[in-house]
């Protein structure tokens, strides 16, 4: 409520602190990303940092270190920016403040479609599984919504998780049961079960650029619509918003953007819920500014989760995915202890 | 006409009984004839005759291997997990007056496995410590989400929303223990991911077995407080029941005897939540359901294993046999909750 503009104050046509966040995550940005090339099982220095980043004839080996992490860094970055601005664009649709696509299931529903192609349809490029994961995403997201929101009083935060939990449990022991007969197949595939921007190379990126640049256009244009669907159906049809529309598209985009990082990295959890609500508890509910901020913070936590990972987990590598579900999950629990009774 | 009623509500209660015997003594049939499919089948099919000798001590060739190393401590952590997990489940269903307030939804049974993996792949401990860590895991995890979740008011959709979150940390926490673990540990650790029979020894399962055996007789006696909490709480309190004090009680014997059963088996996924309102089908409300919901979790984990072992060419283990046939009940049940419109 602090961002609408109490009368007599001139409107605004930023939210409050609206320049000072993005510059502080403009330079959070920056920093997660040099330190993403510069740390992992080789730290590299300044100096190698700048051959590798600015100096392409420079032919040392920790030049070559860094180029190599550029991809990676660039894959997390536009993997959480997808996942924040979908998790931003289900909690809107659904006016429900925990929707994530993994507490929904979406995640999972993505992985199982993907392991069914793999081990019965011999697919292997990723150009064809980004599909398979996002009409498995969208018949999750179908799904999930669709028992959570029977009865009476439609889709409540409980009656979501729990039918994205169950959803989540059927579809996880079938991907259990595809795997275990096929463990040598399925060994490179392990990421399925936990998310990761390790193998991530230009491919990757590039595989996933069209879907991001659908997903983040569609998001723009409906964002305006998703302010006056925050005041209920009654007041938004009123303003002229066609509803059902917006929903459809938002919807549709929010899953695009989650299927497809899915598919990429495997199901990376709660960053959709971390980053929406950490902006949306600094600027304010204007979705016009959340979604863009969203994707910023989203790929931040994303990058530092990945660079935290290579020292937690030395001298392997920590999957993101698990990081992300430990910092995440706490934030649904404040939501659920702040939480009127009757909204539950 | 008073006399009528009477005789009415005595005939109605003793139908209810010979129910009650009828179906306690049906399920205990099946869970021995499971037991006994459990200690003949395999790589080689044993007769009931070769069977019984080698539990007598008598040596059979090759058999005595197969039964006494194998399928025996198989057949016993299944049938005194699946005891626990459907008797524990019953418990905190019963308590919490919801079905889906069960220890797999709200995460203790993810609690125990947790401690458990710390213990064998950080600690290198012992087996009795990492029991005994199992249960301070699970009565743990209780404590925090009780604690969270009570707040200005006490609500179970609150605690459950909790519980999941903590879940989500507990699993994150495994995986990275898994991770970082030597690879020699993670066949035993993998265990508690999923749920398995797979390689149970005795030695393992007897803190479970004397757990169980101890706690049985308590839940069953403080049943008859439960059978008045089902009431609701007020009613209890008019009646004498100290509510505290056998929520108390019940919690802890349910946590126990759950922990224990997770550190033998895994977390082995549904038993918990499906034993408890099968049973309440197939006798009925009215008596207390300790014993027949204890057998049908016993029912789902020896057959669940059974049908992981011999139903496919691969062999699965018993907690993605249950998972599967689990979660659309789970599915089926908030379905119909929601038609209602509370949970």
Not at chain 1, 161 to 190: C, E, K, W, Y
Not at chain 1, 229 to 235: C, F, Y
Not at chain 1, 252 to 280: K, Y
């Amino acid at each position: 409520m602090k961002s609408l503009p109490s009368t007599g104050e001139k409107q605004r046509l930023l939210p409050k602190h609206f320049v000072a966040v993005v510059a502080l995550l403009l330079i959070l940005l920056l920093i997660s990303v040099l330190m993403s090339l510069a740390f992992g099982s080789r730290t590299i220095g300044l100096g190698g940092l700048m051959d590798g980043l600015f100096h392409p004839s420079v032919e040392s080996h920790e030049a070559s270190v860094v180029r190599q992490r550029i991809a990676r860094t660039v894959f997390g970055l536009i993997c959480g920016a997808a996942l924040g601005v979908s998790g931003a664009l289900m909690q809107s649709v659904t006016r429900n403040p925990i929707a994530d696509p993994s507490i929904l299931g979406v995640n999972t529903g993505a992985s199982l479609f993907v392991v069914c192609g793999i081990a019965f349809f011999s697919i292997s490029s990723p150009s064809e599984y980004i599909w398979l994961a996002i009409i498995g995403a969208m018949l999750t997201a179908i799904f999930v919504f669709g028992i959570g929101s029977m009865g009476a009083s439609g889709a409540t935060p409980l009656k979501l998780v729990l039918a994205g939990a169950a959803t989540t449990a059927i579809l996880s022991s079938l991907v259990t049961a595809i795997q275990i007969p096929r463990m040598n197949v399925m060994d490179q595939f392990r990421f399925w079960q936990v998310g990761s921007v390790g193998s991530a190379s230009w491919e990757s990126v590039q595989i996933f650029i069209p879907f991001l640049v659908v997903g983040l256009v569609i998001a723009l244009f409906v964002a305006p619509a998703l302010n006056a669907l925050a005041l209920g159906d009654e007041v938004a049809t009123g303003l002229g918003v066609r509803t059902g529309v917006v929903r459809i598209f938002a919807a549709f985009a929010g899953v695009l953007l989650c299927g497809a990082a899915t598919a990429l990295a495997g199901p990376i959890g709660f960053i959709g819920l971390l980053a929406t609500h950490v902006i949306r508890l600094v600027i304010g509910p204007d979705v016009r500014f959340l979604m863009p901020l969203a994707a910023l913070c989203g790929a931040i936590i994303l990058v530092i989760s990945d660079v935290v990972g290579r020292f937690l987990g030395s001298p392997g590598e920590l999957e993101v995915g698990i990081l992300t579900a430990f910092i995440g999950a706490p934030i649904l629990i404040l939501i659920t202890m702040k939480a009127k009774m009757k909204s539950i | 006409m008073i006399n009528e009623t009477m005789n009415a509500i005595i005939k109605a209660r003793k139908s209810r009984q010979r129910r009650y015997i009828f179906v306690t003594v049906l399920l205990a049939v099946i869970t021995i004839a499971l037991a006994c499919a459990m200690m003949m089948l395999g790589n080689t099919i044993y007769p009931v005759r070769d069977v019984v000798r080698v539990l007598f001590g008598e040596t059979v060739p090759g058999a005595s291997f197969a039964i006494n190393e194998i399928r025996l401590p198989r057949t016993v952590a299944g049938l005194f997990a699946g005891f626990a997990f459907g008797a524990g489940g019953y418990i905190f269903q019963t308590m919490l007056r919801n079905p889906l307030a069960n220890p797999n939804v709200i995460g203790i049974t993810t609690g125990s496995s947790a401690a458990a993996v710390f213990c064998i792949i950080i600690l290198h401990t012992s087996s009795t410590v990492v029991s005994l860590a199992a249960v301070i895991g699970g009565l743990v995890t209780v404590a925090i989400i009780y604690g969270l979740s009570k707040g200005s008011s006490f609500s179970i959709g609150r605690l459950i929303l909790i519980g999941i979150g903590i879940q989500a940390m507990l699993n994150a926490f495994i995986s990275y223990l898994m991770l970082i673990g030597k690879t020699s540990d993670l066949p035993t650790a993998l265990r508690w991911l999923s749920g398995s029979l797979n390689g149970a020894e005795l030695e393992m399962t007897f803190p479970l077995i004397v757990a169980v055996i101890i706690a049985t007789p308590i839940l069953i006696y403080f049943a008859k407080h439960l059978e008045m909490l089902e009431l609701g709480e007020q009613a209890a309190t008019s009646l004498g029941v100290n509510t505290n004090q056998t929520r108390a009680i019940l919690m802890i014997c349910a946590v126990i005897v759950i922990a224990l059963a997770t550190a033998t088996t895994g977390p082995i996924a549904f038993v918990a939540f499906l034993a408890g309102p099968i049973a309440q089908r197939l006798v009925g409300v009215g008596f207390s359901n300790i014993v027949p919901a204890g057998l049908i979790g016993i029912i789902l984990v020896l057959g669940g294993d059974l049908i992981g072992q011999f139903a496919f060419e691969t062999r699965y283990p018993v907690g993605v046999i249950t998972g599967i046939i689990g979660a659309p009940y789970l599915i089926y049940l908030l379905i119909r909750i929601n038609r209602k419109g509370d949970i």
